[in-house]
């Protein structure tokens, strides 16, 4: 964008702008694609965002989703990040494997796509065969098992020790939160069913948020 004060919205309305210090008008055929992840329009209310601005940017507005919302979307990116970053790498590895593809679709994402790119980067890096595991995968700092033979260690206990409850408390807390509160998820996840794992919610006092409780009932 021309530095001048008001030029902007010159520029995308008439294609015009002059440069800094010149007097002639050049003319320009471009078209502006523009990305926030702002509340443009609550911000032009707060006086936070000039508004002659926004609506010559606002011309075809596209909402785009968090990932964790259009989580049918998550196999297809998968697999074009791994071919992307095969590619890149120079590796054999050419697709995700189903069970790690499930895993994917049960995260939360919260680093929205960008986390999902950077779990498949990480993944295809790490492999020793031509497909992404489950094992590959680290999300949110959490390792699925090897096998399911496996039993790796997943929790450190401090010198004092802890309490069972705590511990089965934090094991319930978190894959509810790994699968975005969806209670049928999470007892899958934990190997227990949505029984269990509504019982195990109620007695150790685990707070489901608001906005996912009407979700979340019905797996239970």
């Known amino acids: 964008m021309p530095a001048h004060t008001g030029q902007d919205t010159s520029v995308l309305q008439e294609h015009e702008f002059e440069r800094l210090g010149g007097t002639r008008t050049?003319?320009?055929?471009?078209?502006?694609?523009?990305?926030?992840?702002r509340d443009l329009a609550a911000m032009v209310d707060s006086g936070q965002f000039r508004e002659d601005l926004y609506y010559r940017l606002n011309v075809v507005s596209i909402d785009m989703p968090p990932l964790r919302d259009r989580k049918e979307d998550i196999p297809e990116l998968a697999q074009f990040f791994t071919e992307r970053s095969a590619a890149e790498l120079k590796t054999p590895v050419h697709r995700v494997d189903p069970a790690a593809v499930k895993l994917l679709m049960r995260y939360r994402w919260p680093g929205n796509?960008?986390?999902?790119?950077?779990?498949i980067?990480?993944?295809?890096?790490?492999?020793?065969t031509s497909v992404v595991r489950s094992e590959d995968l680290r999300l949110g700092g959490w390792m699925p098992p090897v096998s399911p033979g496996d039993h790796p260690r997943v929790v450190s206990l401090?010198?004092?020790g802890v309490p069972l409850q705590e511990i089965e408390k934090q094991a319930v807390t978190e894959a509810?939160?790994?699968?975005?509160?969806?209670?049928?998820?999470?007892a899958e996840l934990l190997g227990i069913s949505p029984r269990?794992?509504?019982y195990k919610i109620k007695i150790l006092g685990i707070q489901i948020p608001r906005k996912r409780r009407s979700?979340?009932?019905?797996?239970?």
């Open 26 to 37: 050049l003319r320009c055929d471009v078209r502006v694609i523009a990305a926030t992840n």
């Open 113 to 119: 796509i960008r986390e999902l790119e950077n779990a």
């Open 121 to 128: 980067e990480r993944a295809v890096l790490l492999t020793d």
């Open 158 to 160: 401090p010198a004092a």
């Open 176 to 186: 509810l939160r790994m699968t975005s509160w969806v209670q049928k998820d999470a």
């Open 196 to 198: 269990v794992i509504n």
């Open 215 to 220: 979700a979340s009932v019905g797996g239970g």
